[in-house]
């Protein structure tokens, strides 16, 4: 069992640069989400989906687009690279039932020199 | 609004001693309550959650939570920590069907041999 699958695992980019964060879920689940963990702050949601065709924002999305033109499928962009946004990076989905937990990628870890 | 408050970012208990984890939080509404554990270089995963009308939630891994209303506290124990319980554990609240769920800040678990 796949899971969800983020790819790729790390990542060092230069100021300014873009990159696009894939995010695979192979649960059928409806919502998908983006996270990122910085230390002392736990985990901020950037956007999430709730459907195929559909992206919200979330907590902080600034600096951020996103993507879920099928449903396993929820990409994270970043089309000018800030230092602020060195971060790992969590891809998470879920069903749309109330309680249904959370189900975690193993992150991305993106430096931005 | 909903937040999450995690007492303590380090907690270090001896192997055998009993493992205790603080979390409040603060809803309008009837909150949705969970749990998670993150250990080294991976994702989140559930360790409980909290569903209405059973005020004590048994997770996995010996791992339970007391729901406490009057409180506002969720917080996670565990009677003897083992050496592998050591990791980041994460409380999380939620109080929309689509699972938007405001994390803690995390409290990172040492175990001492």
């Known amino acids: 069992n796949a899971g969800v699958t983020q790819t790729p695992k790390f990542r060092v980019l230069k100021t300014g640069q873009s990159m696009t964060l894939l995010c695979a879920q192979d649960?059928?689940?409806?919502?998908m989400y983006w996270y990122r963990q910085d230390p002392g702050m736990g985990l901020r949601l950037i956007h999430y989906s709730v459907g195929e065709g559909t992206t919200a924002k979330g907590e902080v999305p600034d600096g951020y687009n996103v993507s879920r033109l099928k449903k396993q499928n929820f990409l994270l962009g970043l089309e000018s690279a800030a230092p602020s946004q060195t971060s790992v990076y969590f891809c998470?989905?879920?069903?749309?039932?109330?309680?249904?937990?959370?189900?975690f990628g193993n992150g991305t870890r993106l430096t931005v020199t | 609004a909903q937040s999450v408050t995690q007492l303590g970012s380090h907690v270090s208990v001896s192997e055998g001693a009993l493992v205790l984890l603080r979390c409040n939080y603060s809803?309008?509404?009837?909150?949705?309550l969970f749990w998670y554990v993150q250990y080294p270089n991976q994702g989140l995963q559930l360790l409980l959650k909290y569903t209405t009308g059973a005020t004590l939630v048994k997770g996995i891994n010996g791992f339970e939570a007391e729901f406490k209303k009057s409180e506002t506290s969720f917080h996670l124990t565990k009677p003897s920590a083992h050496m592998s319980d050591a990791a980041e554990y994460f409380c999380a609240v939620s109080v929309s069907r689509n699972e938007k769920l405001t994390f803690g800040t995390g409290t990172r678990l040492t175990i001492i041999p």
């Open positions: 809803s309008s509404v009837p909150p949705y």
């Open positions: 998470a989905s879920s069903y749309p039932i109330r309680n249904s937990p959370l189900h």
């Open positions: 649960m059928n689940h409806e919502y």
